[in-house]
């Protein structure tokens, strides 16, 4: 026993050991139990790009030709190319007709594709020791060793959202896999420097990568949206509700009620919402400011209660507090 956390200890201070060479983090015992030693390579990465690659990726050829037609006056050509792609190279297609940068992020690809960027400009930093936080301009240093197990976490972990993109989009020979976990790589970064896993979040966040369990909730909506009506699709109400879906439990609005104790309005971060009854006088829906629906009550219990509430795409259960009032909504 002694022996063994004896090697452990000399394991982790060589970590720390400017001088001693660069090990896999694989290879250190401690870490070693909870990072999965995944195989170095991607078949699931070189797929990726061959989908999505600007100089050779299959859905980006169409996408380009069908851009350079268009460039050209040739609506028609343009047309009847479109009707020739297969139905992934038309959602793809579409989406990228989009004006808004917004929509197009929307993709579970071109989501993948944002996160390998921050990466690959992380891994970049990380190599050459010159680590930026863009927040702060303040240079987070790193000695030789932590800065090879992190680019090699960054690596796996980028071949792991490559392969969950596929198979969300159902790429062939992908589709039926499972969803793999990337919060371990996080985990591991997180261990060897705090300060490396920060800076990739806030990197994360300036280049406005949406939730991974969001776009996934909401891809089957946008795809559909997107074969029925192609470029003239309007998808821009589905960035909310993937903003909105996380893995985290759902923030618990304020409910302003009256001296009865019935709610009146509800604020969730800086969104207000109006509650309007129906005929009945029973709650029907959340309008807010600018008029929109934020929430129509679907479902009732047998006593009348608010049980399920659709925002957006989503329908969501109510969740109720000790006193058996509707409080939030679950995730």
């Known amino acids: 026993w002694t022996g063994s956390w004896g090697r452990n200890a000399l394991s982790v201070s ?105 990466f690959s400009g992380m891994r970049r930093d990380v190599a050459e020791r010159n680590i930026v936080a863009v927040l702060t301009k303040r240079k987070i240093d790193i000695n030789p060793t932590i800065a090879s197990a992190i680019a090699d976490q960054l690596g796996r972990w980028a071949a792991a959202e490559s392969r969950n993109a596929m198979i969300v989009v159902g790429e062939p020979g992908w589709a039926q896999r499972e969803i793999m976990d990337v919060s371990p790589y996080m985990d591991a970064i997180r261990q060897l420097s705090p300060e490396v896993a920060v800076e990739i979040e806030d990197r994360l966040r300036k280049s406005k990568v949406l939730p991974f369990e969001g776009v996934r909730t909401i891809w089957p909506e946008l795809r559909q949206r ?89 329908d969501r259960a109510v969740v109720r507090d000790e006193d058996d009032r509707a409080m939030q909504l679950a995730a």
């Open 226 to 314: 997107l074969l029925d009506d192609g470029p003239d699709a309007f998808v821009r109400d589905l960035r909310g509700d993937a903003m909105g879906v996380t893995d985290r439990p759902a923030q618990a609005p304020e409910v302003e009620r009256t001296s009865e104790g019935e709610p009146t309005t509800i604020r969730r971060g800086a969104a207000l919402g109006n509650i309007v009854r129906g005929e009945d006088g029973r709650i029907a829906q959340v309008i807010g400011p600018d008029g929109r629906v934020l929430a129509d009550v679907r479902d009732r219990d047998s006593r009348g209660r608010i049980r399920r509430v659709r925002t957006g795409i989503l």
């Open 14 to 118: 060589n970590m720390f050991d400017p001088q001693r060479r660069s090990e896999q983090l694989y290879d250190w015992p401690i870490s070693g139990r909870f990072v999965k030693n995944l195989a170095r390579g991607s078949d699931a990465t070189d797929k990726f790009y061959g989908l999505i690659s600007e100089t050779g990726g299959r859905l980006e050829r169409r996408n380009n030709a069908y851009n350079e037609m268009i460039s050209r006056g040739q609506e028609d050509q343009a047309s009847k190319f479109y009707d020739t792609l297969s139905d992934d190279e038309k959602v793809w297609v579409a989406l990228n007709t989009m004006e808004s940068a917004d929509e197009k992020r929307l993709h579970p690809l071109r989501r993948a594709s944002d996160v390998l960027r921050v």
